[in-house]
C-alpha cells in the first residue's frame, strides 16, 4: 500500500523514496542540458519509478526567463549571469503541472540541504500540494552523512552511479550556461582548470581571427542573428546560435564569490556564452534608444531588484510580476540592430543602428552645428546648476576648508 | 591697459584673449596625458601668455580621484569608467589656485559649446571668480563659425595648428584614457578604425601567451602590483604599471552611445587599460570580503549615486562628499589580493584571498558540513519565506490565472 | 500689422504684449480656484485681447493628475502634497490645445522669473511653438524693475489692479490647494497669520465634534465618499466633498521650506484639505491590501521619483510615463473602503475593510492561531538571518569592540 | 542540578524554566514603561528564580536608539515610528550583558510565537550563547495549547497572572510609546475604543489652547526644549517633556495594518507623543539646513533602509552600522530651532531659524531680487532641460499620440 504519490526530479534519493513506500513519478526537464535521456529514463524505471516524465521546456525557458534577462540586462552582483536561477522557475512549474496531472499528492527533489528556489516556486505555484526534501529530513541525513553512506547505498541497491568520479566539482548545466562549484572550488584561491570549463573553448584554443555577426532586436528582444555562415530567428535556434558562437570563442566565463540568499559566501565558476553576447549587444543598442531617466530608473531600481528576486528564488511573486510590468514597458523602443565581434574570449560592439528611436542625432552629436538649442542656453544651465555649489563652496570657505586648498 | 588677468587652460584662444586685450596666465595640468611640455610653454610664450603653469596632477588624480573610483567601481550606465569625468575635477581645483596665486580675476577655458564640468567646478572652488567661456559668448560665436574660421584665424596670428588633420576626431588624454569622439565617429554605426586607439594595441595584435601578476589592495585601495617583471607599490607608479599591462594585453576598449547631462546622447570611444583592470580586481576581492548587505546599498546607491556626480561634473557638491564618507567606510575590510590574468582583450581573475575578513569560510561553503546551521533550519527559512508566496499563489487561483498553468 | 498671434495665460503682461504689437488669445483654465469669470473675460477684452477662452479642466485634473497622485501617495520632501504642481500639466497642455486651435504662434505666461514647469510642459507639448516669457526679456525686466513700476504702467494703461494691497505674500489657487508664499513669509520663522489661510478653517475655529465617514476606492482611485449629510461619486463632485470636510475641521496645513528645482531653498505654506485626507485613507487602505515587498518597491522608487518629477515640471517626459505604468499596475488590488474621521485640524483611520485582497487574514494575524506555519519554522528563519549577523558580532569581538560592550 | 544558568527577561516562563531543572537569572530592562519594581523583584524570587536584575536602560535608548531614529526621521511604511523596534536592541545587548556577568550559559525570552527581534540581537551580540525559546519548543506549545492552559499552570504554581482580563488586546510599552495589538483589534475594522490609548488623551479631552514651545537641535540631536513653564536638556529629561506634552495635547496616535517581516500583515495601534513632535521638528529644520541632494539621497536610501533593518531587528548588523555612518556625517549642519505648536491631536511647526547654514537666503527667496543669477539664466536652463523633453514629444507626434491632444 502506497503512501501516496511523489513527483520527483530524478536524482538519488529516487529508490531511498520506493523504499520508504512512496510511488514515484519521476520527472525530468529538457532546460537544454546534455542527458542520455533514453538511458535516464531506463534507470527510473528500473529503480522502481512508476513512470517518467521528460518535458523539453527549451522554449518557454528562452522565451519567458532568458529573453526578460536579456530586456532588463540582469545581472548579479556585477558579474554572474543567473543561468542557474533563470532555469530552476521553468523547472518547478513544470514539476508541479506533472504533479497535479497524475495526481500527486507530493513533491520532492534531490536538492541537497537547500533547493530554496526550488520550494518557493513550487507552494507559490501549489500551495496545498506537500514537499518532501530528504535532505533536511532528520532520519534521511542520519542515514546518508557522507559521500561515502551514498555510494554504499548505491551498491547494495544497484543505483549505477552517474557522477564520474574525475570531476572534483559538482556541475549543473542548462541551455544558459553551465556552473562549476564545490570541491576543489572551495578554496577561492584554487585557479579552475583548463579542464573545468564545457561550455566555451579556452580563449587560448579559440580561432586567430574576430568573427563578426549582427543581433536584431525587436522590444529588447532578440529576433535574429546574422553570421556568415547563416542565420536563425526561431527564439531557441537563435539562441543556440549565439551559444556556439560563444562557445567556439571562449566567450563568457566568470569565476566569482558570490553572496547566497541565505548569508552565506560561495564561490562559483559560470560559463555562459549566449548570454553574455546578447546582454551586451542589447545594452549597448539601449545606449543608442532608450531616454536616459528611463534608463536610469530601470537600471537603479528595476534590473537589481529583478536579478535578486530571481537570484534568491521569488520570481513566483507578487514584486517580480510588478517589475517585470515595468521591464516591459521600458522595451517599447528597443528596436534596432547590433554588429558584433567575438575574439579569444571577449566580445565586442562594432557599430549599432535603429530606426525606432529619434534619440540619437547625428546633427545633435556634432560639435559644429546645435540646432536645438545654443550655447547661450548652456551658461544659464551652469549657472542654475552652479547655485547650490556655490553656496556649498561659501560655507567651505566659512567652514575653514576652502575646495581649492 | 589689460582688462584684467585670465587664468587659461591652453588652448586656441589664448591669441583671442590677448587681442581682446587680456594678460593671461596659462595653465597646463598634467594629469599623465603625452605632451611635449616644453613646446606647449614656448608656443604659450610666442602667443602672448604673460606667464606659462605646468603642474604635474597625476599623484593627486591617481589618489584622490582614480583610487575612489576603484573603491566604489564606479561606472556610467555599465560601461564608461569615467576616465574624462574623474580627471576634470583635478585639473578645475588646480587651475583655481593657480589663478589665486597669480591675482587672476578671471578663469577661462577653450571647452567648445559645454565645458559644464569645468565651470561647475570653477565656481564650488571659488564662486567670487568670474569665468570667461569664448565658446559661449555671441561675439566669439559670430567670428569663428566653423574650423575653416579657426584655421584663418591661427593662419592669420601665426599660431601653429597643433592637432594633426589626419585625425578625423577628437580626442582627450590622461593617465587613466583616452577618448575619441566626433568626427566619423558621430555616425554610431562606423566601427572605430584600427588606429583609433592609443592606449592599447589591436587585441589581434597581442601576446601569444596570457599573463599573469597579482594586486594587491588595502582598504579598497591598490597598494602593490607584482609581475613577472617586477612589482610596484608607489601609486601612481602602480597604476601605471597596470596601464602598461592592459596596454600590451589590448585590455579596456569601450565603445558606446551614453547619455550626456544636458539630455542628449553622444557616441564616444574609450581605451582604460588599467582602471578596467583595477576595477575588476577591486570587484572580485569584495565578494570575498564584503558583507552583502552592505555591498547592496553600496552597489544600488553609492556606486550608481557618486558615479553619476563626476559624469554630471558635480565633484565638489554635498552630495559626492556624503557619498564619499560612505565609500571609505563600506572599505574598512576590503584587504587582501587578486590574482589576475590578461590575454589579448580580455582580463580574467585567477584566485583571491584574504586576512582581513571572516564572511568566507571554506567550512561552511562546503555541502558537506554545515556547522553553523543546520538543513533543517532551511525549512522554517522555506516556510517563512513562502508565506506571501503561497498567499500570493492563492489569489492568482482565485483571480482564474493559476502559476502552474 | 501683427507681429503674430500669442496665446497667454491671463495677467497683467497682457497689456505689455497688445503695446509690442502681438495679437494676443487669452487664455484662463478652470482648475477649480475662486474667480470672477464674467470680469476676467471683460478685462482682457478691454485691455486689448483679441479673445478670452475660459475651460474648465476640473475634470481632467482630478482623474488624470489628482487621482494620480492619490495612488502613489505622491510626496514630496516628506510634507508638500504638491498642489501646484498638479495643476500645472494640465493648464499648460490646455494652453497648447487653445493655442494651436486659434492658430498662434506664440505662447507666453506672465510667470515672473521661474515658469519653469510651464515651459517645460510646453516645449514637451508642441516642440515647434515658440514661448515668450517676459519676465525673463532683459527689455521687460528693465522696463519693470519692481512693484512701483508695474502699478505705474497700470495707472497709465488704465489696468485694473486686482490683487488687493491687504494680502503682503503671493498666492496660487486650485481644487486642490491654495499656496501662500514670499513677502512676509520669506522670514521663515514669520509664523502665518491666522487669516492667510483660506481654505482650511482655523482648528481651533472647528466645530467640538468630529466628523466621521467613509471613502471607497477602486483600484487606488476613489469612487465613493459617504458622510452623515449625504454621499458623492462623481469624481470632482467627490473632491469637493472632501475639500469641504477638511475645510471644516481645517485638516491639511503644512507650513514648509522645501527645495526648489534650480537649487534655491524657498518657504512655502499650503493648505490641502480633501488631498490630504484622501492621500491617508489611500495609505491606510494599501497596508490592508497591498504586498509588502511590491509596496517597498514602490513607495522608495515610484513613489519618490513621480513626485520628483511632477515637481520638477517634468510631468510630459518619458520617465513620468514608465512610472505612471507601474503606479497603475500596483493598484489593481487596492479596493476597499477606508472609515474616517476629522476633528480640529487632524484626520484620523478608524477602520478599513476589503473583499478584494487575501492578504490580511485574521486568523493569521491572531497569536493563537497559526496554521499556514509552525513557530518551529521561525527558529529556522531566525537561525538562517542569523548566519550573517553571528559572523559580524565574532568578526566585532576579534576587532576588539564586542556588540554587547 | 542545574540544567544550566539562564538569563530571561521576565515573564510567565520562568516558572517553566525552574520546573524543568534551570538555574534562572531574571532580567528586566527599564526602558521607560510603567512598572511596580519592587513587585516584579518580589515575584521573580518567589517563583524561584536565583536572582534578580532590574537595569536603568533609559538614557542608552534615548541616546543612541531614539535620537538617531530622529536624526534620520526613521519612518516604517509611512506611518509606524517603530517604537518597540527601538527599545528592543538595548533590551537585548543588556541581557546579553547581565548573562555574561552571572556566568548563564543560556539565553531566554518569553516572546510568543515569534521573538525574532531579540534573538537576531542575541546572535549577533553574543554567538556563542545558546539561546532557549520555549515557545517554538514542541514540549511547551504542547502542554500550553491555550490561554486557559496558561491560567491553570499559573493556578497550580502560585503565580500572580499580572494581565487584567480586562484589555482584550495585548499592550507593549516603553519610553517612546506603547503599542496595542491583538485580540479584538485583529478585526482591521474594529476602531479602538477610547480608553485603549494609554499614552495620549483623546484629543477631544485635549486643553481647548494651543501649547507653543521650542525644540532646539545640535547636529541634528534635540538638545533643549524651552515651553512656558519651564524647559529641559538632559537628553532623557527633554524627552520626557515631549512625551508630556503630546500626551496632554493627544498627539501621536496612529492605527495602521502593517507588514511584518516574516511576510504577515499585523494590525497595529501605537501612541508615540514625543517621538512623533520631534520627528516632525527635525523634518522641518532639515528643510531649512539640509542641502537639498544630500537630503534626497539620505530620504530616499539611508532613511528607508536604517528603519527596514530597526523593523526587522537587524540593528546588530553591519549595514545598519554602515548606514549609521551615513546619517551622522548627514547632520553636520542640523543645527537651529524649530517653534513648536500642539492642539488636540496635532502637531504644527510656527517657525524655524539656523545660525549653522547658509542654505537659505531670504534674499534668494525673494521673487524682487535674484542675485546670484539672472532670470535669463532661467531661460538657459529651461532650453537645455527641455532637450529631452522635445524629443518625446515629437516622438509621440510620430507615434500619433500627440502630448497636446
Known amino acids: 500500500?502506497?503512501?501516496?504519490?511523489?513527483?520527483?526530479?530524478?536524482?538519488?534519493?529516487?529508490?531511498?523514496?520506493?523504499?520508504?513506500?512512496?510511488?514515484?513519478?519521476?520527472?525530468?526537464?529538457?532546460?537544454?542540458?546534455?542527458?542520455?535521456?533514453?538511458?535516464?529514463?531506463?534507470?527510473?524505471?528500473?529503480?522502481?519509478?512508476?513512470?517518467?516524465?521528460?518535458?523539453?521546456?527549451?522554449?518557454?525557458?528562452?522565451?519567458?526567463?532568458?529573453?526578460?534577462?536579456?530586456?532588463?540586462?540582469?545581472?548579479?552582483e556585477d558579474r554572474y549571469l543567473l543561468g542557474t536561477s533563470l532555469a530552476r522557475p521553468v523547472i518547478a512549474r513544470a514539476q508541479v503541472r506533472v504533479a497535479q496531472q497524475y495526481n500527486c499528492e507530493y513533491l520532492s527533489h534531490g536538492c541537497t540541504g537547500?533547493?530554496?528556489?526550488?520550494?518557493?516556486?513550487?507552494?507559490?505555484?501549489?500551495p496545498s500540494m506537500k514537499v518532501i526534501a530528504p535532505w533536511r529530513l532528520p532520519e534521511f541525513i542520519q542515514k546518508f552523512q557522507g559521500r561515502a553512506d551514498l555510494l554504499k547505498f548505491a551498491a547494495e541497491n544497484n543505483i549505477p552511479v552517474s557522477s564520474t568520479p574525475k570531476a572534483p566539482w559538482s556541475m549543473d548545466d542548462n541551455l544558459v550556461h553551465c556552473s562549476y562549484e564545490a570541491g576543489v572550488l572551495e578554496d577561492p584561491d584554487h585557479t579552475p582548470p583548463k579542464e573545468l570549463w564545457t561550455r566555451t573553448v579556452d580563449p587560448t584554443d579559440a580561432p586567430d581571427k574576430?568573427?563578426?555577426?549582427?543581433?536584431?532586436?525587436?522590444k529588447g528582444i532578440p529576433v535574429k542573428v546574422v553570421t556568415p555562415d547563416g542565420e536563425a530567428t526561431d527564439s531557441v535556434e537563435l539562441f543556440k546560435l549565439l551559444n556556439k558562437?560563444?562557445?567556439?570563442?571562449?566567450?563568457?566565463?566568470?569565476?566569482?564569490?558570490?553572496?547566497?540568499?541565505?548569508?552565506?559566501?560561495?564561490?562559483?565558476c559560470y560559463d555562459t556564452p549566449g548570454l553574455t553576447i546578447a546582454r551586451l549587444a542589447h545594452l549597448d543598442l539601449e545606449g543608442l534608444v532608450m531616454d536616459s531617466k528611463v534608463r536610469r530608473l530601470r537600471d537603479q531600481f528595476v534590473t537589481v531588484e529583478w536579478s535578486h528576486c530571481l537570484y534568491n528564488g521569488m520570481y513566483f511573486s507578487p514584486e517580480r510580476e510588478f517589475l517585470e510590468n515595468s521591464i516591459i514597458f521600458s522595451q517599447r523602443n528597443v528596436t534596432g540592430q547590433v554588429r558584433m565581434s567575438v575574439y579569444k574570449g571577449a566580445a565586442y560592439v562594432l557599430g549599432r543602428s535603429s530606426d525606432a528611436s529619434n534619440l540619437y542625432s547625428q546633427e545633435d552629436?556634432?560639435?559644429?552645428?546645435?540646432?536645438?538649442?545654443?550655447?547661450?542656453?548652456?551658461?544659464?544651465?551652469?549657472?542654475i546648476q552652479a547655485i547650490r555649489l556655490e553656496k556649498y563652496g561659501l560655507q567651505k570657505i566659512k567652514d575653514g576648508e576652502p575646495l581649492s586648498k
Open 1 to 76: 500500500m502506497s503512501k501516496g504519490r511523489v513527483c520527483l526530479d530524478t536524482s538519488t534519493i529516487l529508490k531511498w523514496l520506493v523504499l520508504e513506500g512512496y510511488t514515484v513519478v519521476c520527472f525530468l526537464a529538457n532546460c537544454g542540458q546534455e542527458e542520455d535521456w533514453a538511458a535516464v529514463e531506463k534507470k527510473a524505471l528500473a529503480l522502481g519509478a512508476e513512470r517518467m516524465v521528460i518535458e523539453d521546456l527549451q522554449r518557454e525557458f528562452v522565451e519567458e526567463l532568458v529573453f526578460r534577462a536579456i530586456q532588463c540586462n540582469a545581472i548579479y
Open 245 to 268: 558562437i560563444g562557445h567556439d570563442h571562449g566567450v563568457g566565463r566568470v569565476d566569482i564569490v558570490e553572496n547566497r540568499f541565505i548569508g552565506l559566501k560561495s564561490r562559483g
Open 114 to 126: 537547500k533547493g530554496v528556489r526550488f520550494e518557493l516556486a513550487f507552494k507559490a505555484c501549489n
Open 365 to 383: 552629436a556634432s560639435m559644429d552645428s546645435l540646432d536645438t538649442f545654443s550655447p547661450m542656453d548652456t551658461t544659464g544651465f551652469i549657472a
Open 210 to 218: 574576430p568573427y563578426n555577426f549582427t543581433i536584431h532586436f525587436d
